[in-house]
C-alpha cells in the first residue's frame, strides 16, 4: 500500500474508533479502562504546560481534575487512574476523535468550525488574537507588518485570522510555521521573524517567561474572539451533561474565581512568575450567566 493511502487508512481508523468510543460512551470506555485520559499541552502556559518535574499543571488542567473527581463520584470509582497524553495544536482533535484521549485541557478556542467535529465544556476563558514583537522593531499594529516576515503556530485559529487580514488589506506577509508556542516566540527572539500572533494571554505569559521581558511588547486589536473550551468527543450526551455540570458548578459556587486567581494573580511555576492577569468583564458575565454556546454566545469580547 502506498505511503498516502497508509496515511489515509490509519485516519479512517482513528475517525471510526472515536465514533465508537462516542456511541458507546465515554463512561462506560472509562470504567471499562479504569482510566481516565486527558489531553494537554507542554507549553500553554497558563492553562497547560509542564512543571520542572515535566507534570502537566495549570488552570485548564485543575478543571480538568475538577472533572476527573465528578467522573469518579459518579462511576463510584474512587481509586480511577489518571493518564496524562501530550497533544499539539495540530494534534488534539485527531487524538480526541481517535478515541485515545476522553477530554483535552489546554488553550482550544471553541469555534463553529470545529463545533462540527468535537463538542466543548462551557466557556472558561475568553481571549483574542494579537500580536508580540521586539519593541525597538517600532511595529505599533498589523499594517506595520508589511513585507514582513510573521512566524505562526500551525493549527490555530491565530494562523487563520491573521492570514485573512494579511489577504484583505495586501501586506505581502511572508508567513512561517512552527510547530508550537515556544518555537515560534523564540522566531522572534532570534530574528527569524517580525512578530507572532496568539491568544493575548500565551502572548503576555511567554513575554513574562522571557529572559528579558520589557524587550517586547503585545500590540494590535482584537483580530478575532477566542473562547476556550474543553474539549469532548462529539455525539456522547451523558458524558457532555456530567462535564457541562461540573464546569458550571464551579461557577455557580465561585470556585472558578479561587482557581483563577491561582494561575492568573499569583506566583506559578517553574520560575514563580505572576501573568497578573485580572479576570475580563466578559468572562465574569459568562460566569455569572454560564453557557456552552462558546463563540456563538459572544462577539468582540463583549457578551
Not at 470506555?29 to 509542564?50: E, M, N, Q
Not at 478515541?99 to 483535552?104: F, H, Q, R, V
Not at 528579558?212 to 458524558?239: C, H, N, Q, T, W
Request: proline fraction near 5%.
Amino acid at each position: 500500500m502506498k505511503p498516502v493511502k497508509v496515511l489515509l487508512a490509519a485516519a479512517a481508523a482513528l475517525a471510526l474508533a472515536g465514533t465508537a468510543a462516542a456511541q458507546e460512551g465515554t463512561l462506560k470506555k472509562i470504567k471499562d479502562t479504569g482510566v481516565v485520559k486527558i489531553g494537554h499541552r507542554d507549553a500553554s502556559i497558563p492553562f497547560s504546560y509542564l512543571d520542572d518535574k515535566q507534570r502537566p499543571i495549570g488552570y485548564g488542567v485543575d478543571i480538568c481534575l475538577k472533572i476527573v473527581d465528578a467522573i469518579k463520584a459518579e462511576l463510584k470509582m474512587p481509586k480511577l487512574k489518571v493518564e496524562f497524553v501530550p497533544v499539539t495544536s495540530q494534534t488534539r482533535i485527531p487524538i480526541l476523535t481517535g478515541g485515545n484521549i476522553d477530554i483535552e485541557c489546554g488553550s482550544t478556542t471553541n469555534s463553529v468550525e470545529r463545533q462540527k467535529q468535537v463538542a466543548f465544556a462551557p466557556t472558561y476563558f475568553m481571549t483574542g488574537t494579537k500580536i508580540i514583537v521586539k519593541k525597538s522593531s517600532k511595529i505599533k499594529g498589523y499594517d506595520d507588518l508589511k513585507g514582513k516576515t510573521v512566524v505562526f503556530t500551525a493549527g490555530t485559529t491565530n494562523e487563520r485570522a491573521m492570514k485573512a487580514y494579511n489577504d484583505e488589506k495586501k501586506l505581502g506577509i511572508n508567513f512561517i510555521p512552527s510547530k508550537d508556542h515556544a518555537e515560534s516566540f523564540l522566531a522572534v527572539e532570534t530574528g527569524r521573524a517580525a512578530a507572532f500572533p496568539m491568544d493575548d494571554i500565551l502572548l503576555y505569559s511567554l513575554r513574562a517567561s522571557a529572559k528579558k521581558p520589557a524587550d517586547y511588547v503585545i500590540v494590535g486589536e482584537f483580530l478575532s474572539d477566542d473562547p476556550y473550551g474543553i474539549m469532548m468527543r462529539k455525539g456522547d450526551e451523558a458524558f457532555k451533561k456530567l462535564v457541562d455540570k461540573t464546569v458550571m458548578g464551579l461557577y455557580k459556587s465561585g470556585q472558578i474565581n479561587k482557581i483563577y486567581a491561582k494561575w492568573f494573580q499569583s506566583k506559578i511555576p517553574p520560575k514563580n512568575i505572576n501573568l497578573g492577569f485580572p479576570m475580563s468583564a466578559a468572562l465574569k458575565e459568562l460566569i455569572k450567566n454560564p453557557n456552552d454556546k462558546g463563540v456563538e454566545a459572544c462577539g468582540k469580547m463583549k457578551c
